[in-house]
C-alpha cells in the first residue's frame, strides 16, 4: 500500500486510440501530474536535457514510442512511470471503446 498524499484525481479522455497524437496527449496529460516529471530539472536523468529533450516526461514518451509502442500499450507504459510513485498512491487505469480514464490519489494511509 502507498504512501498517497494527492488528493484524488482523475484524466478521463474521449480518444481515438488509433490517433497516434490523442495517445500522446494523454499521455501526457498523465506525466504532467508530476512537476518532477516536467519542471524540476533536479529529478531529470543527467542526459535528458543534453539529448534534446524538453523534460523528463518528454523523454519517458518519446522512449516509448522510439520501443514501437503506440495505442493502448503506450499508455499502460507511461502510466506505469507515474503509478510507481507512493505520493499517487494506488492508480488505476481504464479503457473503453472510445474513451481513457487515469485514477490516482486518495490521500491513503
Do not use: W
Given at each position: 500500500?502507498?504512501?498517497?498524499?494527492?488528493?484524488?484525481?482523475?484524466?478521463?479522455n474521449e480518444?481515438?486510440?488509433?490517433?497516434?497524437?490523442?495517445?500522446?496527449?494523454?499521455?501526457?496529460?498523465?506525466?504532467?501530474?508530476?512537476?518532477?516529471?516536467?519542471?524540476?530539472?533536479?529529478?531529470?536523468?543527467?542526459?535528458?536535457?543534453?539529448?534534446?529533450?524538453?523534460?523528463?516526461?518528454?523523454?519517458?514518451i518519446s522512449e516509448?514510442?522510439?520501443?514501437?509502442?503506440?495505442?493502448?500499450?503506450?499508455?499502460?507504459?507511461?502510466?506505469?512511470?507515474?503509478?510507481?510513485?507512493?505520493?499517487?498512491?494506488?492508480?488505476?487505469?481504464?479503457?473503453?471503446?472510445?474513451?481513457?480514464?487515469?485514477?490516482?490519489?486518495?490521500?491513503?494511509?
Open positions: 500500500m502507498a504512501n498517497c498524499t494527492s488528493s484524488l484525481g482523475c484524466i478521463h480518444i481515438d486510440i488509433n490517433n497516434h497524437d490523442e495517445v500522446v496527449r494523454v499521455c501526457d496529460m498523465i506525466l504532467s501530474l508530476d512537476n518532477d516529471l516536467t519542471e524540476n530539472e533536479d529529478y531529470f536523468r543527467d542526459t535528458t536535457i543534453e539529448l534534446g529533450f524538453k523534460h523528463e516526461a518528454d523523454r519517458i516509448a514510442i522510439n520501443s514501437g509502442l503506440k495505442g493502448k500499450e503506450l499508455i499502460l507504459q507511461v502510466s506505469n512511470a507515474i503509478s510507481k510513485q507512493e505520493y499517487f498512491g494506488g492508480c488505476e487505469l481504464s479503457f473503453t471503446d472510445n474513451s481513457v480514464a487515469f485514477i490516482y490519489g486518495g490521500n491513503i494511509d
